[in-house]
């Protein structure tokens, strides 16, 4: 098994240090990927597959969520296919993981789809978890085909919750996958913990700069926290499935797609600062992308990888 840790602290720091380092050219519309020194950090292709196809994201609810909560993350994924909303869309975000594919020798369209979802409200591994139950879970979806999402409420501990927020990675099917490799993600609910570096920008971050909170799109600090991660894991995914694709840095630890731009949400972003973006006149929330149903969500920034340089749809 393969797992990826992105928003991992030691890498975040490290690259938080160098916007800061240069302030002057993070305040444009979009930003070249550098060391601390300076120098351009290559995004590179490894030559490994891309996940393509036809492909269902199914979710694992582990623990209490309400109705209006899975609402939230299922209309995000549906909107990841829809074209009906209005400009900016999250279709327009996800499409743009399509140059990724382009760039490689043979071009597979990716196309995914809201699959299974399967309820855990009994906590069956109790409410602290570790990576391998976390696998365990991501198993109980459908494997082929598939991204297997494991979503943990805010009463859930997991390992390495707050280093991270998430992860992605692969595990080999059982039964009738037997053999087979599927890809999985874990987002955790981080209302209730480190909402400050899992929630930011719509909790005051844990350090840094304290500008004040935005207001969430969908009016829920954690839910729509998870929404950014889970949007940053689906393009690594797609972009890095099995730890041989789109990455820059070393394999152990890769800046993927969207990761590699961490805290950038519209165009004159700094740290501390998401940058520039749409705000809803009803309500004050800040958002960059339109999805199905009328909601709106706040989308990471993607790495462009003709240029190495982070775009935000805002």
């Excluded at 492909?55 to 694992?60: A, H, P």
């Excluded at 296919?81 to 975000?93: A, T």
């Excluded at 297997?148 to 595990?171: I, P």
Aim: aromatic content about 12%.
């Amino acid at each position: 098994m393969a797992s990826f840790e992105t928003f991992n602290v030691v890498f975040f720091l490290l690259f938080f240090l160098s916007l800061i380092l240069f302030n002057t050219e993070a305040r444009s519309a979009t930003r070249t990927l550098t060391t601390s020194s300076g120098q351009p950090m290559p995004f590179q292709y490894h030559d490994g597959p891309l996940l393509s196809g036809k492909i269902s994201v199914n979710i694992i609810w582990y623990g209490k969520f309400k109705p209006f909560q899975r609402a939230i993350i299922s209309d995000f994924i549906v909107s990841l296919s829809s074209s009906n909303p209005p400009q900016p869309s999250v279709g327009k975000w996800w499409k743009s993981i399509e140059k990724y594919y382009h760039l490689t020798k043979k071009y597979h369209p990716l196309v995914l789809s809201l699959g299974t979802e399967i309820s855990d409200e009994k906590y069956s591994f109790g409410k602290s978890l570790n990576n391998q139950q976390i696998l365990q879970l991501a198993s109980k979806g459908p494997q082929k085909n598939a991204i297997n999402v494991v979503l943990t409420s805010a009463d859930v501990a997991v390992e390495g919750f707050c280093s991270r927020c998430g992860t992605h990675g692969s595990g080999l099917g059982s039964g009738s996958s037997q053999g087979y490799k599927f890809t999985y993600i874990w987002v955790g609910n981080s209302d209730t913990q480190c909402p400050g570096q899992c929630a930011w920008p719509f909790h005051r971050p844990t350090h840094g700069p304290q500008f004040p909170p935005l207001v969430a799109p969908n009016n829920d600090v954690g839910l729509d926290g998870m929404v950014i991660n889970l949007a940053s894991f689906l393009a690594g995914t797609a972009t890095n499935p099995f730890g041989n694709g789109y990455y820059q840095g070393p394999k152990e630890a890769p800046l993927e797609a969207a990761s590699a731009c961490p805290g950038i949400y519209g165009k004159g972003a700094y740290p501390g600062y998401s940058g520039d973006l749409l705000v809803d006149r009803n309500t004050g929330a800040s958002y960059n992308a339109n999805g199905v149903n009328g909601r709106k969500y706040l989308l990471p920034a993607l790495v462009e990888p003709t240029t190495s340089a982070c775009f935000t749809l805002a």
